[in-house]
Every structure is written in C-alpha cells, then in structure tokens.
C-alpha cells in the first residue's frame, strides 16, 4: 500500500502527522462572512454546518536533521470546540519517529494548537516532550505574547486569561531550559529549510519554504484553515491578529505558490495536507495530491 502522508521534494522526505481534529460553527470561526457566501462551499462542511480542522504537524528529514513542525493542540486542551485530540506523540511513534530523534521543534506561531506537546506535564514533573530538540520560536510572536501575559496578571479577564495559559504552559518555560531559540525574518534551518514571514494571523507567524533539487513546497503555518481560501483569499478568521495583513501575507504566497508551480502542505486542510494550486474556469482551487 502507497503511504500517501509521507512525500519527498528533492532530498527532503516530509511525513504529516496528526494531533486530532477542531470543529468551530462557521460563524464563529469566519465571523464576518455572511450566510449567503457559505451556499457554494456547504459540501466543505459538516453535515450540521460546521467547520471541521485537521490539527496537523510535519516531520522534515534534511541533512541529517529530523524537524517537527509544529506540536498540535495537546494531551490536554483547555480551549471550546475539541473533538479527539491529543494523538500527535502516538502518530508520531508509528511513523518510528521517537522524540529524542527530533532536532528541532519549528513553531510556525504560537497558537495554542501549535504548541501543546512542547512539554510534558506528568505527577507535577514538566519535561521537554522532545529532549534533545531546539525549540524554535518566532521573535514577534514570542514578544506579543510576553507583552500579553504582563497584561494579564493585572487584568481579571477570562477570555485574556485563557489566550494567554497555552504560552505560559507550553512555550514560556522553555526559556530556562536553554532550548529556546528564537528567530526573526528569513531563517536557515538547513540548506533546503528557510522560514517566511508571513505575518497576519499573528505577529511573527511564519510559512516554511522546502526548495532542493528544482522542487519547492510551502508548509502554509496557518496562512489557510480551509481549502476553499485558496479562492477566498479576503476572508479571514476570529484568530487573526491582523486581517488586512493577513490578506496580504495570503495573496503573495499564494500567487507565488502558483506562479512556481510549489506543493502547498497545509497542516488545517484535510489530512495530510498535500496538494498543488489548480485553476478550473478562472477559480483557483487547492487539489489534493
């Protein structure tokens, strides 16, 4: 049987694995898109209406480097709208990836459903759920969120309180360890592995451009949550930080991705996320690979 979740581009093998999956009502999640808009796209959804996401993370292999992309919401998720998450450690393992192989844990933002096996809490013991990893953070985002957990010890807010809980359980306790790392702008992680800025979604989130031996990928990092986006590039979500922007950071890459003829891996869309930028009657489409 062909293993569908694992590909190569050029010298660079990609495996997706999946956390589990997130279901939000449409209207929460695209707030400010108005039912009528939905009518074309109501096959993208499930049978009772509702956004349904992949919760999904990529394993590189480069130069040597094993790279997890990403970590997923978590074994224990402390956010509305969960559906069966808390599996990325198990896919992991069956892909005979065990976590002390991983070099480094590449965080493309912060979100809570990126970062949620980046420890370990067990019997009041945290650990590095990757032990001999580097964990890399992108700066921007980093300091937003430094700046928003301030806030929060004078502010009694709910909702801050909750926005805030997954950096401080899951990121800002890397600091300490000596393992965090953080990164700004077009980074090098291997000589096929550089980080983008596409910001938007948050602060400092990025995209990750694979390019090695005359074949590119972009691992979107939230720049899409839904295949249909790809068409729809000005719709944006309740969890961008910046729409406009993140209309913007959406457009380039994806005119880019088309132009380039690139794979665009996207950890939200269906699992595994791959697929290329096709156009049928003038409307781009992403089509699963």
Known sequence: ????????????EIM?????????????????????????????????????MNVGSFVLRSEGKTILVDTGLGPDPVTAGI?????????????????????????????????????TYEGGVVTETFPRARYLVPMR??????????????????ALARQTR????????????????????????????????????????MS???ASEGERA?????????????????WTSRADADPAQAVVSRTAVLDDVEKQGSLLLAGHFPSPGFGRLVRVQ????WQKL
Not at 220 to 234: Q, S
């Open 83 to 119: 559906l069966d998450c808390g599996h990325l450690l198990d896919n992991i393992m069956a892909k005979e990836v065990p976590p002390n192989d991983v070099d480094i844990v590449l965080m493309t933002h912060i979100h809570v459903d990126h970062v949620g096996w980046n420890l």
């Open 282 to 285: 003038g409307r781009r489409y």
């Open 166 to 205: 997954p950096f401080l359980n899951q990121v800002q306790p890397l600091e300490p360890t000596g393992k965090l790392d953080l990164f700004d702008g077009e980074h090098s992680i291997t000589s096929a592995i550089t980080t983008l800025p596409t910001p938007g979604h948050t602060p400092g989130r």
């Open 1 to 12: 049987m062909v293993d569908k979740s694992t590909i190569r581009v050029g010298s660079v």
């Open 218 to 234: 972009i691992i979107t990092g939230d720049l899409l949550h839904m295949p249909i986006e790809v068409h729809e590039v000005t």
């Open 208 to 210: 990750i451009l694979i």
């Open 16 to 52: 997706s694995v999946s956390d589990g999956t997130l279901s939000f009502d449409k209207g929460q999640f695209f707030p400010d898109i108005p039912e009528e808009s939905w009518r074309p796209y109501m096959d993208e959804l499930t049978p009772d209406g509702r956004v349904l």
């Open 141 to 158: 985002d980093w300091e937003a969120s430094i700046a928003k957990a301030k806030r929060s010890i004078s502010d009694p807010d709910e």
